[in-house]
């Protein structure tokens, strides 16, 4: 007998694995991916590498430290590099995967760690990056070691003595650059420098050489076909405030180190990327202009000796995502996010033409092909958060290789999304989905918990990964789940993301409100039980809605800007302000503040529970306590809670207590004000 089904609830966050970083060996016949598992006894997480064949068959652990990643296959498919956090600090391993139970070999030991490794096309050497200060660089150049320890208790010491020295470097922290703090700590004066380094055993192995020495950070270095240079991004003013939103690609000789840069300065260029014939380079960009933030970024191609470049996703009018070259350098692989969704593509370079080859709903978040035309990709979809993926190169339908959530999808309900378009301000279409209850009764009416999403310009969708969990456990909680993209969000082209501009709360405010509605006529929203929440920008507009009116019964607003003078003083993106609203704060503070939700918290009566994290730097804590202090002052009903250590990206790969204890207070502060007396 088949045993019951039941609803999910907020600890079934354990149980949910993600798969990343998928990559197919030269054989075609492997692919290597990082499975990631949260440790409910440490919390935290556990990354492993496995390899499952294209053929079937139950997936193979490769590595088992639980700090693994960035599997990357040799050109000849013998050994596996990956990054390991093992020892402290990450560095690359190789291990040869031909060899069952074999031990990875450290093949770096830089004192800073190492990661993004990148073989040569002939498999005897690896780039990679490092971060280093200019000091650590010049010690270098000289030839300068620290002793070798005598023993484990010298080195033990040693140790010990850089940390206490590494900290004392900062006390006190003098701050000569914007940003200065990022994540969830500070950022220091080391810079990410390409190195090359012999993948040759023995004792005649060289040691990693260091190609560049300069106060910027280098993107992931990819070699040339010929192997005589190495790819990669920098940014062209590392003196400026956010340096890397002006990057320029960059050409390194391997022998000499002399770099070459390829790119004009009109555009952000990153992530380039050779074809396998040497003839073209493939690159992504953004236009540098007013409307930075609002721009997708663009597939371009330029041949590798200069020339007239191509972009070739204009028609399309999205962002590019990841992107690949077929075997033959005819034609580019790439996904793209569009109406809540992420689909592969394949724009061929002769034809200049485009067609689909992954689609349907759900959200790719990577993949890599192989020298046949196969394509795996990592997806998370409405009825599942991640697995892994294979379409057999001319298949019309994938495989799914990984089962890993099967028994637990096989232990719990798993409520449906239902789409729905309307129309909102001006006849503008706006997509929106809902999620009913488990054992939801027609006729019957429930609580509605409205989420909105952050950036602003992203999207969500029914199998958007990071939300699976919080949708499917609001919904168990008994309420129907409405989210939506309003104008402004990704997936829908430029001009609806450029409608935004200026003008957060109020365009936003009519799209999502209209959606409410049109689900409240559809008869089973209950419309005197409304709950809101909604993290980051969607924290904005949990405030801004709240604040313009009463309809809402209780509201959970997170990590949240609520006041975007002080906002623009305190983050690590100050320049999002000038880009999202057209001015600089003294140029016309009347109308920053004025289109806060801060400037209107004293008329909201939605009782409000605020939540922040006490390390967040992109939005800092000072928001929340302005707002948490308004409401307080004024007569409203209002909590904070705030969450140490936590940072802006708390609720997708936080703590995992925290995560859980955040949705725990959701589903209880909307149950103490949408329930009946």
């Not at 280093?132 to 070691?145: C, F, H, K, V």
């Not at 790439?334 to 709903?361: C, D, K, N, P, W």
């Not at 789409?419 to 997509?431: D, H, P, V, W």
Request: aromatic share 10%.
């Amino acid at each position: 007998m088949t045993p019951e089904k039941h609803p999910i609830s907020v600890d079934d966050l354990y149980k949910i694995a993600s798969i990343e970083d998928p990559r197919i060996s030269p054989d075609g016949q492997w692919i290597a991916y990082v499975l990631v598992t949260v440790d409910k006894m440490e919390n935290g997480y556990k990354r492993n590498i496995w390899p499952v064949s294209i053929d079937g068959g139950d997936p193979l652990q490769l590595t088992r430290s639980g700090k693994d990643t960035q599997p990357r296959w040799s050109p000849d498919g013998t050994r596996l590099a990956f990054v390991s956090s093992r020892d402290k600090k990450p560095q690359i391993y190789l291990l040869r995967v031909a060899v069952p139970g074999g031990e990875a070999r450290l093949l770096t030991s830089l004192p800073n760690g190492a990661g993004s490794p990148a073989w040569s096309p002939d498999g005897s050497r690896i780039a990679f990056l490092s971060n280093l200060n200019a000091e650590e660089r010049a010690r270098e150049d000289r030839g300068e070691e620290d002793p070798k320890p005598a023993d484990k208790l010298e080195a033990k010491y040693q140790q010990e003595r850089k940390e206490y020295e590494e900290s004392q470097r900062w006390e006190p922290r003098l701050i000569s650059r914007i940003p200065y703090r990022a994540g969830t700590s500070y950022l220091d004066d080391r810079y990410a420098q390409v190195y090359v380094v012999p993948t040759l055993e023995g004792k005649d192995k060289a040691p990693p050489r260091r190609l560049t020495s300069i106060d910027a950070h280098h993107d992931q270095p990819q070699w040339t076909p010929n192997g005589h240079y190495i790819l990669t991004a920098r940014s062209l003013l590392p003196e400026a405030d956010q340096p890397g939103r002006q990057s320029s690609l960059f050409r390194i000789h391997v022998e000499s180190g002399q770099a070459e840069q390829l790119t004009e300065d009109s555009h952000t260029d990153f992530a380039p990327l050779p074809s396998p014939d040497g003839q073209w380079i493939a690159y992504a960009r953004i236009p540098l202009d007013d409307h930075y933030n609002e721009r997708d970024a663009r597939l371009v191609i330029v041949p590798t000796e200069g020339g007239n470049l191509l972009e070739l996703n204009t028609a399309l009018d999205r962002s590019v995502g990841v992107f690949r070259w077929t075997r033959d350098s005819s034609a580019l692989i790439f996904s793209m996010e569009t109406e809540g969704s992420t689909h592969i593509y394949r724009a061929s370079i002769m034809e200049q033409s485009i067609e689909t080859l992954v689609t349907g709903v759900q959200e790719i978040s990577s993949f890599d092909i192989n020298s046949e035309g196969g394509i795996t990709f990592t997806s998370a979809t409405p009825d599942n958060p991640s697995e892994l993926y294979w379409l057999p190169p001319g298949a019309a339908a994938s495989i799914q290789m990984t089962h890993v959530h099967q028994d637990f999808l096989d232990a719990i309900i798993v409520q449906p999304f239902h789409e729905l378009r309307y129309t909102s301000e001006n006849g503008q279409e706006i997509q929106g989905w809902y999620i009913l209850p488990p054992g939801y009764e027609e006729g019957q009416q429930y609580p509605l918990a409205l989420n909105i999403h952050g950036g602003p310009h992203i999207m969500w969708g029914a199998g958007t990964q990071s939300m699976w969990h919080e949708n499917q456990s609001l919904a168990a909680a008994g309420y129907v789940v409405f989210f939506c993209n309003p104008r402004g969000a990704a997936g829908y082209g430029e001009a609806f993301q450029m409608a935004l501009h200026a003008n957060w709360g109020d365009v936003a405010y009519k799209d999502i409100m209209t959606g409410v509605d049109t689900l409240i006529a559809k008869g089973f929203v209950d419309s005197e039980r409304l709950a809101i929440t909604g993290g980051s920008y969607g924290g904005y507009m949990t405030t801004w809605i709240i604040s313009h009116n009463d309809r809402f019964k209780a509201a959970v607003s997170q990590r949240g800007v609520y006041n975007l003078l002080s906002f623009f003083g305190t983050t690590d993106i100050p320049l999002f302000v000038k880009d999202e609203w057209g001015l600089l704060p003294w140029e016309d503070p009347i109308f920053l503040w004025e289109n806060s939700p801060l400037a209107h918290a004293h008329k909201i009566r939605t009782p409000l529970l605020i939540e922040h994290g006490e390390n967040d730097f992109r939005v800092p804590i000072s928001d929340a306590e302005q707002l948490f202090t308004y409401i307080r002052r004024s007569g409203g009903i209002v909590k904070m809670i705030r969450f140490p250590r936590a940072g802006h990206e708390m609720s997708r790969s936080g703590e995992p207590q925290q995560r859980a204890s955040r949705l725990n207070h959701i589903i209880q502060w909307f149950n103490t004000y949408c329930t009946y007396d």
